[in-house]
């Protein structure tokens, strides 16, 4: 069982920056993709960012061209960079892992929160 967990959350203002790492517990070497989720009050989880194994890139519409996804298999590490923050990307951010290629994630974190003030 690979535990996930989440670091990098915080208060900053818009137009700025955070650095979102997924530390896990084995290695992620093997999983076919990782994925960035993320879920505002009274809304929907959404999915944010995704990289498969082969590094090939998702970005939701919402953060296309300021987020940016990345994985650094020696350190089993997950990292989502995010820049020109909005107060919209206000949310509770987790990430999650598969072992297949499909909708469903096997591990999640239990997330960090990201707040962005006006």
């Known amino acids: 069982q690979v535990q996930l967990v989440e670091s990098g959350g915080g208060l900053v203002q818009a137009g700025g920056s955070l650095r979102l790492s997924c530390a896990a517990s084995g290695s992620i070497f093997s999983f076919n993709a990782m994925a960035w989720y993320r879920q505002a009050p009274g809304k929907e989880r959404e999915l944010v960012a995704r990289i498969s194994s082969r590094e090939i890139t998702y970005y939701a519409d919402s953060v296309k061209g300021r987020f940016t996804i990345s994985r650094d298999n020696a350190k089993n590490t997950l990292y989502l960079q995010m820049n020109s923050l909005k107060p919209d990307d206000t949310a509770m951010y987790s990430c999650?892992?598969?072992?297949?290629?499909?909708?469903?994630?096997?591990?999640w974190g239990q997330g960090t929160q990201v707040t962005v003030s006006s």
């Open positions: 999650a892992a598969r072992r297949y290629f499909g909708p469903i994630y096997d591990y």
